[in-house]
């Protein structure tokens, strides 16, 4: 198994704890999930997707503007990306 495939697998096991935990109500272990922006990087790999799956392009432009960080995350997030043909 490759590196990434690790990383889903890991990402699909932090999802089910996070889930399993929001019924206890923990406001301690909740609140340092949200300060530390746990899944956040996942949360915009999930919306930049989405928003190529939806729209059909990639990006208004090409490459993102000197200075555009959230653009240069964006392109680096869904450049090569295949999109599901259905």
């Known amino acids: ?6 990383h889903a697998d890991e990402l699909k096991e932090a999802a089910h704890i996070i889930r399993s935990q929001l019924p206890h109500t923990n406001h301690i272990w909740i ?13 915009h790999l999930v919306q930049d997707i989405q928003h190529v799956e939806v729209s059909g392009h990639h ?23 295949q999109v599901h043909s259905g």
């Open 59 to 81: 990006h208004e432009t090409t490459w993102p503007h000197l200075g555009d960080c959230k653009g240069a995350q964006y392109s680096q997030k869904t450049m090569g990306y």
């Open 1 to 6: 198994m490759n590196e990434l495939a690790i």
């Open 31 to 43: 609140s340092s999930m949200i300060s530390q922006n746990i899944g956040s990087d996942a949360s």
